[in-house]
């Protein structure tokens, strides 16, 4: 879903935003008209929640739960996104302890506001709250206009606040981000551990040690949320192991799935690892210090690289936070996970290769597959999958959190989860049916090769011997071209798509356990 049109609700003036969103078609509802509005239905492809604490006085408790009930009838009667911010408030200091109580308050109520994003599904948050502590309650806020004029937001904070919105609006309609692949040496640290030994190397409380053992902070961070962690390093790796074992830094070898020390290109290491773990280049960047290096990847592998700077390395902190496909609305169970699930599919790749046949290989994993249907507790997961599968995706069709919420009302949601021996992979594959048709069939690219998808597809024409289905060829998705072919489908007729119907049921591997909960 790209967004067009996006509409303004507050208790202030909000007018000023217009000339920071000139791409998008903007309505603004009458001021002070929020939970009526909210009890109605609206056109627009998201609502944009602009609040100021005078919304929550004089009961801040009750008003919030006022907010909190109009906004679950909203998202039940209403398909638009909907973005809120949190709150800034001044306060008058007679007595500092009771300034830090009010304060404490404040946070509560923003805390709570940040909750509606679990509890709400498809919410974005704008923090009004961390910009005002970043840039100065003085600098975002007016106080006399506020009470004069109902516009208690300054340019500055305006403008601020509208990038955040851009910002927001982009990760609601593009995929985030899988993995970064990154250097070593005057990236992960300062200096070169071959030229400068291991006293040489800048990571500590010093300047600028303290700035790379924030950048690998960031890192962390990220790998916590779901992104995932490749070390490339022209280097010998004794050394490198070297300074993971003796320096006191954030990230530990542990924290990344895979690593390829050695003098080959990188670009030929990053292709290996890809392969190994089932993914593919769409969704990776790379961070190095040395254009060359930069250069080499971009060209032979097209994907997004980002220099950085041994020089001034507090640019590459704004260097990493400024990339918004890191960024997310939402993190489930599998993203944090994410590292664990692709370090047992590195594992899964190196049994692969000690064994003869493909066979063989699959019943060694004694795989276990899991279905349920219509599943709202595994909104946000198949949501995620409908999203960010590309190349086993059969019709490539994008559907948001309420739209997912509707198709489980309307049809049929089948998802699958996959455990082997080697771990959990939690939900990997999204089938949903309409009219006795296949609309979605999608499956991660970290279990393809097992027999799992044919045996998915085998247990959903079990329970429609009469099913039809298509593929809409993309760019993306020519893994799957003849998925169905192969099937026990067969091709009624091609135009745009090209549409098939259940022929015969075809074997599937006897090992896969399958347990049926739908």
């Known amino acids: 879903m790209s967004v067009k049109t996006i509409a303004f609700l507050s208790n202030t003036i909000t007018k000023p935003f217009d000339r920071f969103l000139k791409t998008y ?5 009458p001021l002070d008209t929020i939970i009526p509005q909210l009890y109605a239905t609206v056109p627009e492809d998201v609502l944009i929640l602009i609040l100021d604490i005078s919304f929550f006085k004089p009961n801040d408790e009750e008003r919030l739960s006022l907010l909190k009930n109009a906004l679950i009838h909203f998202r039940a009667h209403n398909h638009a996104k ?3 911010n949190t709150l800034n408030d001044t306060f008058y200091d007679i007595f500092t302890p009771y300034t830090l ?4 308050k404040l946070v509560a109520l923003n805390a709570s506001i940040v909750a509606l994003q679990q509890e709400i599904h498809d919410v974005a948050i704008l923090d009004f709250y961390a910009l005002c502590k970043e840039y100065g309650t003085r600098q975002l806020m007016n106080e006399q206009n506020g009470y004069l004029f109902q516009m208690p937001f300054t340019k500055m904070a305006v403008e601020l606040l509208s990038a955040q919105i851009q910002e927001r609006l982009e990760l609601f309609t593009t995929s985030r981000i899988k993995a970064i692949a990154v250097d070593a040496d005057n990236t992960l640290w300062g200096g070169i551990v071959g030229e400068d030994g291991i006293e040489g190397i800048h990571i ?5 040690g303290i700035v790379y053992s924030k950048f690998q902070h960031d890192l962390l961070a990220l790998k916590k949320s779901g992104i995932i962690l490749i070390l490339l390093s022209k280097n010998d790796e004794s050394l490198v192991h070297t300074v993971f074992e003796t320096k006191t830094m954030p990230l530990s070898l542990d924290d990344f799935v895979a690593t390829s020390i050695n003098w080959n290109a990188k670009s030929e290491n990053l292709s290996a690892i890809l392969e190994r773990l089932n993914l593919t280049k769409s969704g990776i960047i790379f961070l190095d210090d040395s254009a060359t290096e930069i250069e080499e990847m971009r060209q032979r592998m097209d994907i997004a690289c980002y220099k950085m700077n041994p020089e001034h390395p507090l640019e590459n902190l704004a260097t990493l936070r400024g990339i918004t496909a890191l960024k997310t609305l939402h993190i489930s169970e599998e993203d944090r996970l994410k590292t664990t699930l692709y370090k047992q599919e590195n594992a899964r790749s190196s049994l692969s290769s000690t064994l003869v046949g493909k066979e063989e290989f699959i019943a060694s994993l004694e795989i276990e597959l899991e279905i349920t249907c219509n599943n709202t507790n595994h909104l946000e997961r198949i949501t995620q999958l409908i999203n960010k599968t590309n190349q086993f995706n059969l019709t490539t069709k994008r559907y948001d ?7 489980m009302q309307q049809g049929s949601v ?3 989860s996959v455990k082997d021996k080697f771990g959990d992979m939690g939900i990997v594959g999204v089938v949903i049916i309409k009219e006795n048709t296949i609309d979605t069939f999608v499956m991660s690219c970290r279990v393809l090769g097992r027999g799992i998808e044919e045996c998915v597809l085998s247990i959903i024409t079990h ?3 009469h099913l039809k ?3 809409i060829k993309t760019d993306k998705n020519a893994l799957v071209e003849h998925f169905y072919d192969k099937n026990g489908f067969t091709i009624t007729h091609q135009d745009s798509e090209t549409h098939y119907e259940f022929a015969h049921f075809v074997d599937v591997n006897e090992s896969i356990k399958v347990r049926d909960e739908s």
Not at 101 to 104: F, G, L, P, R, T
Not at 401 to 407: H, I, M, P, T
């Open 101 to 104: 109580q009010e304060e404490q």
């Open 25 to 29: 078609e903007i309505t603004h509802y």
């Open 463 to 465: 329970k429609y011997p």
């Open 401 to 407: 959190l309420s739209e997912v919420k509707a198709l």
């Open 204 to 208: 500590d409380n010093n300047y600028p």
């Open 414 to 416: 089948y998802d699958f």
């Open 82 to 84: 909907i973005i809120i």
């Open 469 to 471: 289905a298509s593929y």
